[in-house]
């Protein structure tokens, strides 16, 4: 009976493989290249220096970070129900914009596809477990979620 119990257990591991997600450490900017990415985004948002959080993460393992942005104000977060968060590359010091979400949190995944990583997007309204997975999407050069 143990063995059999053993043998089930062994045989599906394979099967159930666990993933990784990475937390994400949201803090001020304290850089030229997150003070480049903050002002963009006032600029493109048409906010008058609204006070972000950033974090820096290499979302394609070219050694290159790219920064996930969200409003540092928690009220901003609670008045709409999700935090609006800002995916921004820095292609040749020029900010460019790939991906915009509104969720509870994300997380980054250790899966890729296209040579990206996945991110998790909590983005249910009434449910703070449930997720949607954005996808890179090589054609238009943004995260979108599934």
Not at 85 to 92: K, R, S, T
Not at 129 to 145: D, G, I, K, R
């Amino acid at each position: 009976m143990i063995f059999q119990a053993l043998l089930t257990v062994l045989l599906l591991i394979p099967y159930n493989a666990a993933y990784a997600s990475e937390a994400l450490r949201f803090n001020p900017p304290t850089n030229h290249k997150e003070n480049l990415v903050i002002d963009h985004l006032n600029q493109q948002l048409k906010t008058t220096n609204t006070p972000y959080l950033i974090a820096k993460v290499d979302l394609n393992n070219d050694l290159i970070d790219e920064y996930i942005t969200k409003p540092a104000s928690p009220q901003l977060c609670r008045t709409v129900s999700f935090c609006p968060y800002h995916i921004i590359a820095l292609p040749q010091h020029q900010p460019l914009l790939i991906g915009q979400f509104d969720a509870h949190n994300i997380l980054v995944e250790d899966t890729h596809k296209y040579g990206v990583r996945n991110l998790r997007v909590y983005n249910k309204l009434n449910n703070n477990f449930t997720s949607s997975t954005a996808l890179w999407n090589p054609f238009s050069f943004l995260y979108e979620v599934q």
